[in-house]
């Protein structure tokens, strides 16, 4: 078996998995994309929670198999309710993703994000090469949840940011780049229409939350997940008229995904460690 059937192999027993244990993914996430996330959630096979009242959330969190934090919405109480469900995961052993949708470009957004990193360490940072270079160069700046920067500019970011707070960093990008510590994974699959369409990114948080429930290693569990998201844009772009019907054709393609697509069209390679 060559090293490529391997990953495609590895790829489709997580979404097997998946789609079998229907891990419920609990979301603290932004009002623009709840419906969006939670449809992508569905279509692959988890089960989705919207919850962030505090009052509520030892429960959720006891009940769920994963925590996926998105600050795109961000105010006092959501902060405060981010803080407390991350740190009921953290003693539960839940995996944690911390989308820092936007960092760079307020300072509220970037200081909120550190100071979730500094309390809970995640387990997973899922983010554009802008936002994770912002995390960690302080003088990186972005628009919002789009990428001035390609994810290769993040890397070293990446690296420092993994080694810091001891997370896998998933960089985003027409490349994505997931790294922890020396290693480093590539997966090249996407297509250019994906950045066109709204809460695509924070799908791909969520889904990284689903595989980080059925993969113990997060290193692995987010490199599939931005494998079968951008396999899923390929297929939902040879659909497609525009970023409208894109949108409820990568919702098809999720949930139609089977081990031949995966194994045709996977292009993931893990780069030799670096020093």
Do not use: K
């Not at 962030?52 to 994963?66: N, Q």
């Not at 509220?108 to 912002?134: D, F, H, M, V």
């Not at 920067?149 to 990008?173: K, M, N, P």
Request: glycine share 6%.
């Amino acid at each position: 078996m060559s090293a490529t059937e391997s990953h495609a192999t590895a790829v489709w027993q997580d979404v097997e998995r998946l789609r079998q244990q229907s891990p419920l993914v609990h979301n603290i996430t932004n009002y623009v994309v709840m419906n969006s996330t939670a449809n992508a959630l569905l279509a692959l096979g988890a089960a989705p929670v919207m919850a962030h009242a505090p009052e509520e959330l030892e429960d959720i969190v006891a009940i769920a198999s994963a925590l996926v934090i998105n600050i795109g919405t961000l105010s006092a109480p959501w902060i405060e309710s981010m803080a407390l469900a991350m740190a009921a995961a953290e003693r539960r052993h839940l995996p944690i993703i911390l989308d820092p949708v936007g960092a760079g470009a307020s300072r509220l957004r970037t200081q909120t994000c550190l100071e979730l990193i500094r309390r809970t360490p995640p387990t997973i940072i899922r983010g554009n090469a802008s936002e994770i270079r912002a995390l960690q160069v302080s003088s990186a700046t972005t628009r919002g949840v789009d990428s001035r920067d390609r994810a290769e500019a993040a890397l070293a970011a990446g690296r420092e940011l993994s080694r810091a707070c001891g997370a896998t960093v998933s960089i985003s990008g027409p490349l994505d780049l997931i790294v922890r510590g020396n290693a480093v994974i590539e997966v090249a699959n996407g297509h250019p229409l994906m950045p066109r369409v709204t809460g695509l990114g924070c799908a791909a948080s969520a889904l990284t939350g689903a595989f980080a429930a059925v993969n113990p290693d997060p290193l692995l569990a987010a490199a599939h997940a931005m494998a079968v998201m951008g396999i899923c844009g390929e297929l939902a772009a040879a659909e497609s008229r525009g970023p409208g019907s894109f949108h409820v054709a990568f919702l098809d393609a999720l949930y139609g995904l089977d081990e031949a697509t995966i194994q045709t069209r996977l292009r993931l390679q893990r780069r030799p460690d670096l020093p």
